[in-house]
């Protein structure tokens, strides 16, 4: 054969195993020494192929993908620098445990390490924070080329795909000439076939833990992000009788059955608070799913509480238990443990935290009602959305605020976030890769700051469609900075963490061809909300004053609390 | 003493440490678990002092000032992704040996790996690009912790600053509280005192090498990228009578003394294309410093004729020879082999290289009055550039026309280029960072996807004043890429590689109130660039055609090749 057409084996063998293995999506980053792949990605037919000039914003759409299909996406970028930008988005999806395919294209090895350009080292480029790297050999005539990398690409998605899922990365050399025959087909080597294990715990266990379930009154169901499903949730929640304390990234807020709504505690970040009722609700035995959740109220009840029995289920060996609370860390899937038992009857226990919930969801209402600030406006974002569109959240401020304001709902809405390292970078391409996979109406929750910071997201609109509100709550800054104790020191804090920019992205929108709102009441917001959707991105921005967040916050937390101390006052 | 104190004592004896090793300025990016460090520096008198809130954009920025001085500069973040958006920057870093203090805050051992908020595995996060990475201990109480913490910073910053230079990186954990006392000062241990000694030959190899040098006609003497001075060059360069093939980088086409002005070939890019002219010119000894140059003709060149002696000053193992036709390493610094000889006459082989030089000088001035081409409007930027100003050239084709267009002169002009790695990312920071480090008035030639690639390295214009003229040449997309064998593609060609994003920069311009001009003609363009500079920062959008570009340039190198085969036919 001549290099042309091995070269052209290679790289079709590549995308033929890769579709085989059921990837659907390819996130390509245009560079030259990548070209044999991305033309032959590009010729197959039945991907679903997405194009971002900013290789760090294309890792993050490519997540954003990843993350709501929970199928692992391609994303190729070309050799040098433009693979290290992909590194902040591996570290989110190694820790958020999103299963990427990462293929970066290389300079063959006798350009490697001798000043050649665009070289660096890529071999294990992103160290600890993928689950398997692998560097390939040159496309090569002879006849162990195909079936060896048809066997690395095959386990490089099935690791990938295996749980906990997460990041691999290939990395694959070409020498010059870099173009391969358009024309040419056959991919000669056979792909193999894949079951997926589950794991599933010992009947011992299950006989345990169900004898667990049936006999304990004061037990708590804590549900964190990063389920691979919640179908089958509510059916066993039903039975145990157990209050569902629900992160809001479990969406376990969301299509709640009418039936369990009360089984759902929303309001958790409000009433475990300084406050008596806390001291009434120590559970005897908590179950938790998926990670850590993101309330710190919550946090400090656990670890103040110290349960005697605190189940984590957590398919990794790297279980999440940072307040080392944990008594029994059950390494399998979750929903394995979403078993029928004895159906329960409502506690006392359940009755005293869907009380504190009522009282607290009432005061949140009302603030609604009154205040104007960050808090009350996400709430009011909240209200607005309608069955059947997805919410993500940024990290900082928004996802706090999902936090205490999103309310249980039987509507179908999936709330998303950056949970697995909270890093306010690549919020706006995760955001949008989530649009591409589900087609759904996409809202984005944002502060100033983040949406600036990968602002070059937006670069994937000028490619294909997309459907997304974006809401930039704006207080000029770093406002979650505001709630730290270093913001008590003076002199130097405004210019350290405050940061106002006192940029107007008014203009990001005209670049982008976006609709345009600004809003600086609660009335408007409501108006602008409700007014159509007439491209494919908005952009509103809300105007909010990071000081009076911090003080009406705190009003509002003093108000629940002074209610809840006069029920469960000792 | 309580835990603020010796955390107080840490942070100062870290600061303290850092400026008496000689570090200037510190580039900071806005997080929590960095506030020791960030606050202990802001307090700390004497540090330029910077801000950005991008960290990838920091990163860059900081490189860009370190790349100007010459000295480590300190790059602080806070813990999680932040720390690896600094990795694109670090990488550059390393390939380009540049100095770098990189300083990641992280969270303390208890809440590593488990699942803890912003807490990613940071130990040796850099891999294999930073020349010394350490995990420093947590901030106790005890009598070593001082001493140990002084001497590593100080071996981080000697390893930083020792040749080859380049990138290191300090971990430091910290644990809530995170507040210092702002009034405490004394760091209690005596900071260590330092001298980094040269690399320098034997006296043996300068006998042969001084010998080399005097006996032979036919030598070459080709200057590359990141030499740590020129001082002293041209007095050497005056005795060798070879000719002097100066990559732009090497900032040896800029204050030429008037009387060497004959030995510096600048157009060699042009001159070593298809034909006879090579066969005539080549050497018998080379002697390259720097890293290797921008040119592929130069290159190919050399590869072609393979000098009997071909010498690589270079002072890292990592010697930069992609083409296996270096004959001799010689393992020192630069200057050391700036050595008087006696003094030589001009050669015909040196006037040959002359004389080729002027031909191609003549057709390039021809070309630049009558075409209107990005390689003519690149020339014209060049020609307006007064004495004392700074030139960087983003990678692609800026670099490559500044390469093939950039003429000697006596002038005071020192150019810039990230040619570590060659990539497109980060380039306006860079740019702004060698504008910070320099205080001289900055020009920065860049293309359309590199400068939408860093839009964030503008965000430092808004803390601190600036003093840069950006000139985009913008064709809409990839221009680089229609230069190459893939362009011949054409289904998939323009969606891969092209990538046209039809975004208007006039946008950015006003979100960033820079001074903003459109220009779609040379004469226009030189009535922009002889208007006043009103604005911190001034982007001036040069309108140009990919098609259009290539074909001029074919044309030109056509021209050049025809007259220098009528002199040098065999």
């Not at 004061?218 to 964190?224: D, E, F, P, R, T």
């Not at 992160?247 to 807020?253: G, Q, T, Y």
Request: with cysteine; glycine share 6%; hydrophobic share 40%.
């Amino acid at each position: 054969m001549n290099n042309s057409a091995y070269l052209t084996s290679y790289v079709n063998q590549f995308v033929e195993t890769v579709k085989q293995a059921g990837v659907e999506d390819v996130v390509i980053c245009p560079g030259s020494r990548s070209t044999p792949l991305a033309y032959a990605f590009a010729k197959s037919e039945g991907f679903h192929f997405y194009r971002q000039i900013d290789e760090r914003s294309a890792a993050f759409f490519a997540l954003g993908i990843a993350k709501a299909k929970k199928l692992p996406v391609v994303l190729l970028c070309t050799s040098g620098t433009a693979a290290a930008n992909f590194f902040p988005a591996i570290v989110e999806a190694y820790y958020a445990r999103v299963p990427l395919l990462v293929i970066t294209a290389d300079r063959p090895h006798e350009l490697r390490e001798v000043g050649a350009p665009q070289a660096i080292d890529q071999v294990h480029l992103f160290g600890k924070h993928v689950k398997w790297s692998v560097d390939f050999p040159i496309p090569e005539d002879n006849d162990e080329s195909l079936p060896f990398i048809e066997r690395h690409i095959h386990r490089a998605i099935t690791t990938a795909k295996a749980l906990p899922m997460g990041p691999v990365h290939i990395n694959v050399p070409f020498r010059e000439p870099l173009l391969i025959n358009m024309e040419q087909q056959h991919p000669v080597v056979q792909v193999s076939q894949t079951e997926m294990g589950q794991l599933v715990p010992s009947v011992e266990f299950i006989g345990w833990y169900k004898d667990l379930l049936q006999t304990n009154e004061k037990g708590l169901i804590i549900v964190g992000d990063s389920l691979p499903t919640t179908a089958g949730f509510w059916e066993f929640a039903r039975e145990v009788q157990w209050p569902i304390l629900a992160d809001p990234l479990s969406n376990l807020r969301c299509s709640v059955p009418e039936d369990c709504l009360p089984l759902c505690i929303d309001q958790y970040d409000a009433i475990l608070k300084e406050n008596a009722f806390k001291d009434f609700v120590v559970p005897d035995v908590v179950v938790r799913f998926g990670a850590q959740p993101v309330s710190k109220p919550l946090t400090q009840f656990l670890k103040a509480c110290k349960p005697t029995v605190f189940i984590a289920v957590d398919e990794s060996p790297i279980f999440r238990d940072s307040l080392h609370i944990v008594t029994h860390h059950i390494q399998v899937g979750a929903t394995s443990l979403w078993i029928p038992i004895e159906e329960k009857q409502s506690s006392s226990y359940l009755e005293n935290w869907t009380k504190a919930n009522d009282i607290a969801t009432k005061h949140v209402q009302a603030y609604m009602e009154v205040e104007e600030d960050e808090g009350a406006l996400a709430a009011t974002l909240f209200e607005t959305l309608s069955n059947g569109v997805d919410l993500f959240a940024s990290s900082s401020m928004p996802i706090r605020d999902v936090d205490t304001f999103y309310n249980k709902t039987t509507k179908d809405i999936q709330i998303y976030a950056n949970r697995g390292t909270n890093g306010i970078d690549g919020v706006v391409s995760t955001a949008l890769g989530v649009q591409a996979a589900t087609k759904r109406p996409g809202y984005l929750l944002i502060g100033d700051l983040a949406f600036l910071h990968d602002v070059n997201g937006l670069i994937v609109s000028r490619f294909q469609q997309t459907d997304l509100t974006i809401v930039i709550m704006n207080n000029d800054g770093g406002g979650i900075f505001s709630y730290l104790p270093q913001s008590s020191e003076t002199t130097y804090f405004e210019h350290l963490f405050g940061t106002p920019t006192g940029l107007e992205f008014s203009h990001i929108a005209a670049m982008y061809d976006a609709q345009y709102d600004t809003v600086h009441s609660k009335e408007q917001f409501v108006r602008v909300l409700n007014q159509q959707k007439m491209k494919d991105v908005r952009i509103i921005e809300v105007f909010t004053n990071r000081q009076v967040n911090t003080e009406t916050h705190r009003k509002l937390w003093t108000a629940i609390s002074e209610e809840l101390d006069l029920i469960w006052k000792v």
